[in-house]
Each structure stands twice: as C-alpha cells, then as structure tokens.
C-alpha cells in the first residue's frame, strides 16, 4: 500500500510548529535499556547518600578511582589532569584541565547533595512520659504532616570533647531499628484536622520516638533518657553535651525503589537534587579530555539558600577558580567571565492530580525528557537569573545536536508559588547560566518520583556539555 501523502496544513505544521515527543515515541528497546541500567548505579548512590557529607564521601572515592586527585593551589595544572577539592566534607569541586588555554574560560555543572529533612537541635534529648525523644529543627522546605509516621535513620556526626569525630547511621541496615515521629490518631484529631495544612503539624511537634526502657530499677528520675544515653555511649562512646557539637539529622530509612508495573519511575529519598549531583558526577568521571575546563560542583545548603560556607553563596567556587588560574598568571575574574554554568536542578513535573497549579504549555512532564529552565523565583520574576537569548541558543543547538531529549518548563503558574537554585550566585560571578535538570513528581516529599528515562538523558545532557 502507498504511503499516504501529507496534506499541506501537515507539511506546514511540521516545519513550523514546535511539539516535544515521550520518551516513547522516540526511543527504541536498547535505548529504554541504556536508562534502566544506568539508573541501576543511581539507586545504588542514592541509597549510600543521603547527607550532603555521604555524598561528598561517595563522590570522592569515585573521583580518585577515576584519576582524580587533592587539588593544590600551588601547582600549574596541564590539560588531561584531575583534581578535585573538598570543602569541609560537604561540598565537592571536581575539575578536568582542558586542552584549550583557561583564560578561554571553563564549563561549570553546579548541582546540590543537601536534602530536606530533620535535624536534631543543639541539646535534642529529653524524657516525658517515660519516653525518649528528640527534639529536631526541620531543614529546607517541607510539608511538616509528610514526617510524621515513617520511618527515619539517624545519619550525621559527632565531634566528642576529646576532638574525635564519630559519624554516626542508624537505621539503614537490615536489622537495625528505625525513629518516628508519632502523629495524632484520627479518633481524637477533631481539632487537628481543622487547622490549616501549615499547622497541622507544628514545628514543635516534630519530635522523633528514640527509646522507652528505662535503666534498671533506681531511685534516679529520667531513667529511660539515661538508659538511651548509656546505649549511646556504649555505641558511639559520646555523652549528652557531645550532641552540642555534632550535626545529626533524621532522613527516610527507606531504599530507593522502582515504581510502577513498568518500573519506568524511581522513588527515593533526596532525588532534589541527588539526581543532578550524580548524572553530572558520572557524566565528570567520563570525560577524561575535553576541550575545555570542565569543573563539576556538588554543593551544600541549597535548600537552606545557599549560605554558609559549604553553600554556593560563600566565595569557595571563586576562590578555587583564582587558584587554579593564577599559576597561568591569568586573574580569576578573566576565566569566571569567559565561563558558561548549567545550574543543575531538579523542577516540578505536570501532575495530573494537581494540574491547576500548572501552566500546561510551560510545564515540565515526566518521560519529556531533561528540562530547561530559563528562569526560576517568584512572582515578577524576582530572585532569579533568567538566561539570555544567547545562552539559551548555545544550549538549544547543544541538546539537539546531541540528540538529547530535551523539553523546557517553568515552575508551574505565575503567582502560584515559586522557588530558585543556586544559578543566579554562579551568575554573580559574570557567567552566563542556565537551570537545567530533571522533573519531579512529589518534590520534597520523603519519597520523591522520577522517571528513568529523564535521568538518564540529563546524564545524556552534562556529556554533551562537557565535551
Ligand atoms: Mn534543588
Ligand atoms: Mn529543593
């Protein structure tokens, strides 16, 4: 039979006319595969990193398997060398040297490791009721209700007074035991249940059940708060001021599993912005000779604002950038001013269930592939880079030369809400930026949704980059 001919509306539709395809109108069965297995190796590091301080751990050793090494300021670096430098544990650069001269400036990928989640307060450990609990102090935006009834693991570190370090996991072996926040049963929640969403659950009462037996018969009172003490000391050898220096935090105890009958999605814990620290990572560890500088960030207290000196805020990525150009007798402004920066970062997906909080043509959808954000913030468009023309091009020819897919979206419906990345810090810098990322159903949730296939045509997306 003849192929049908195309009428001339078709024809001219097709020329002119923008429409992005599923992931299952373009790919083939070998190429479904290509993400499945890569993402395989993503579940796995999300399961091992979920403090910014495990990851940095985990990107490390990667690195070095990989040619990487400490950077020293002191050296004069020659094309093809790798080095990395580590900020305080929770923050990485890595760099792969260019063949091209580093005044021509360098390409930056800058995602984040830190995550929503729990933390325990200075002094958290206290007994009421013949129960022991921790106090906690939530980090980053989230829905306070998601906490309650789960179960949580204990990640963090403590500095003791004697100035040893101890890390500290709980709760993520099998056979190890977890933490909860106990929520109201709905028999006696009648005026719970009428208090605002924001309310529903105070802050306050984001206490995490720890222990409820009591050290053996005694006079002493709070003895069930000194029998967790005891097993923690006999553990970790701390005492209770030792939690005066230490950062602890509750994260979900659960694995990251595939989701759906077709496991074309991944739930897990801490995909914002994991899911961009790890393609970017793998994507950095594959291009051993690029052409340019090719530096990759994985940085901390993005969901807090980026400030603190782990955060993309303080002056660490400016400072590395001096010291890698001054041995060249190049001043850091020139290369910084010569550099391009894709802000990794993850973006709402269109929800079906909440579509009214989406714009349908300027949303991102799962399965569309890595998405392209011009510009986040809020409102007027305040607090936000917003990529130029140009930048934006550059970007466009890139992807499609690549073949990567690729869709643009906008964090849902103007004046419903809003939100940044760490783009307009790097910005700062004179560089041109743009955010660039994976969507993402049920975004700081404790259990966060992705589709394989954007993960991995956003690792598709930094290869093409780096080159
Ligand atoms: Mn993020
Ligand atoms: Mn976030």
């Not at 990640?155 to 370090?165: L, Q, T």
């Not at 530096?295 to 303080?314: A, F, R």
């Not at 002056?315 to 402004?333: C, S, T, V």
Request: some cysteine; glycine content about 8%.
């Amino acid at each position: 039979m003849a192929e049908k001919k195309k009428t001339e509306a078709q024809l001219l539709k097709e020329k002119l006319c923008y429409s992005p395809k599923n992931a299952g109108e373009r790919f083939s069965d070998s190429e479904w595969e290509k993400a499945d297995l890569f993402c395989e190796g993503y579940k796995k590091f999300l399961d091992m990193a979920k403090t910014e301080r495990e990851a940095v751990e985990i990107a490390i050793s990667m690195a070095r398997e990989n040619g990487f090494k400490a950077f020293d300021p002191t050296v004069k670096y020659k094309a093809g060398d790798r080095v990395f430098l580590n900020n305080r544990g929770k923050a990485l650069i890595l760099c792969t040297v260019g063949t091209e001269p580093i005044e021509k400036g360098v390409k930056i990928v800058a995602s984040h490791i830190d995550s929503p989640r729990l933390d325990l307060k200075p002094r958290p450990l206290y007994e009421e009721a013949q129960l022991a609990l921790f106090k906690t102090h939530y980090y980053g935006g989230i829905k306070k209700y998601q906490w309650t009834a789960i179960p949580l693991a204990l990640h963090g570190v403590v500095v003791r007074a004697d100035g040893e370090k101890v890390s500290v996991i709980i709760g993520e072996d099998e056979g190890d035991p977890v933490f909860t926040v106990s929520d109201l049963l709905p028999h006696l929640a009648a005026e719970q249940m009428q208090r605002k969403a924001t309310d529903l659950i105070k802050g306050e009462a984001l206490n995490v059940l720890v222990g409820g037996r009591m050290f053996k018969d005694d006079k002493e009172s709070e003895r069930v708060k000194l029998a967790v003490l005891q097993l923690l000391n006999e553990k970790y050898g701390i005492i209770e001021a030792d939690f005066l220096s230490a950062e602890l935090t509750m994260v979900p105890a659960f694995k990251a599993a595939d989701v759906g009958l077709d496991r074309s999605f991944i739930g897990a814990y801490g995909h914002d912005d994991r899911v961009c620290a790890y393609t970017s990572l793998m994507a950095a560890l594959k291009n051993k000779k690029p052409s340019t500088t090719v530096v990759t960030i994985l940085s901390d207290k993005e969901e807090t604002g980026s400030e603190g000196n782990s955060g993309l805020q303080s002056k660490y990525l400016q400072y590395f950038i001096e010291d890698l150009a001054a041995p060249h007798g190049i001043a850091g402004r020139t290369v910084l001013s010569n550099s391009s920066c894709l802000s990794a970062d993850v973006n709402a997906a269109y929800d079906p269930t909440y579509s009214e909080v989406y714009e349908r043509n300027n949303s991102a959808y799962v399965n569309y592939g890595v998405v392209v954000t011009k510009y986040t913030g809020a409102r007027g468009k305040s607090s936000t880079n917003d990529a130029s023309a140009e930048f934006m091009g550059k970007v466009r020819s890139m992807l499609d030369d690549a073949g990567v897919q690729w869709q643009t979206g906008e964090l849902g419906k103007v004046d419903a809400g809003g939100g940044g990345t760490v783009a307009m810090y790097v910005a700062a810098y004179n560089v041109d930026v743009v955010d660039i990322g994976v969507p993402v159903l049920s975004m700081h949730a404790p259990f966060e949704v992705v589709a394989k296939n954007d993960v991995y045509q956003t690792y598709l997306a930094f290869d093409a980059y780096n080159k």
